[in-house]
């Protein structure tokens, strides 16, 4: 497995998890190729025929690829289920290994790996991931300054949120259940990341492939919900 890390160069990566719909063909430290659509409905329709042509695009073949990479949620119950059985089919029928990203770290990869720049010079901060699970819920984390978990995914009520900004520090808010927070925040430590709307693959494949060339991926390959609901089914 060693070996295939070292010398593993593309990396198809898709994302259904939400009302963004992308994929992203990743070689040799760059996109290649790329799609991002907003829709409420319809990825299963164009699924596979996009991912045909983004790697048509890429000038590649199937057989070219290393890795393929998928957002597992939290996040669309639908859409992930969607994404994740095209992902698992191409992973049986091309024989390729798959990496998981979670849908927090997929909010943060433009932060990680410098795509987005902060508009803040605070060094000391604690970053906060909240995203709308559509039922007026949010699923929460928070990560230190160097993105390591602080706390492990919740689902929470907006105005329950308030009670975790005990601290002094510094919080930068990132995520699509910003609007729901912000009429019960009066703090004014916080800088929220409101011009990033949704989460790209081709913005997180750049975190998956530096990802790849140091370490064996540990997640393992299953939806993630936190509404019991779904976990049970």
Same mark, same amino acid.
């Given at each position: 497995m060693e070996s295939q890390i070292e010398k593993s160069l593309s990396i198809l990566a898709i994302d259904t998890s939400g009302k963004a719909c992308s994929m992203a063909f990743w070689e040799?430290?760059?996109?290649?190729?790329?799609?991002?659509?907003?829709?409420?409905?319809g990825h299963s329709e164009i699924l596979i025929p996009t991912i045909q042509k983004i790697i048509i695009k890429?000038?590649? #073949?199937?057989?070219?690829? #290393?890795?393929?990479?998928i957002n597992l949620?939290?996040?669309?119950?639908?859409?992930?289920?969607?994404?994740?059985?095209?992902?698992?089919?191409?992973?049986?029928?091309?024989?390729?290994?798959?990496?998981?990203?979670?849908?927090?770290?997929?909010?943060?990869a433009p932060l990680k790996v410098g795509l987005y720049s902060l508009k803040t010079s605070v060094s000391d901060k604690i970053f906060w991931v909240v995203l709308n699970n559509g039922i007026g819920q949010l699923y929460i984390q928070s990560f230190d300054q160097k993105f390591n978990s602080l706390?492990?995914?919740i689902l929470i009520r907006p105005e329950?949120?308030?009670?975790?900004?005990?601290s002094s520090q510094f919080f930068v808010i990132i995520g699509d259940g910003i609007p729901l927070i912000k009429p019960f925040i009066k703090k004014d430590n916080i800088f929220f990341v409101d011009d990033y709307h949704y989460p790209n693959a081709s913005h997180w494949v750049t975190f998956i492939a530096a990802q790849l060339k140091t370490q064996v991926p540990s997640i393992g390959i299953s939806p993630i919900y936190l509404?019991?609901?779904?976990k049970d089914v």
């Open positions: 040799q430290d760059e996109v290649k190729s790329s799609f991002f659509e907003i829709m409420n409905r890429a000038k590649r #073949d199937y057989k070219d690829i #290393d890795w393929l990479a949620g939290p996040g669309s119950f639908t859409g992930v289920r969607i994404g994740l059985a095209a992902v698992k089919g191409l992973s049986i029928a091309a024989d390729k290994p798959i990496y998981g990203i979670d849908s927090f770290n997929a909010w943060l706390l492990a995914p329950e949120f308030t009670t975790y900004l005990i509404r019991q609901k779904y």
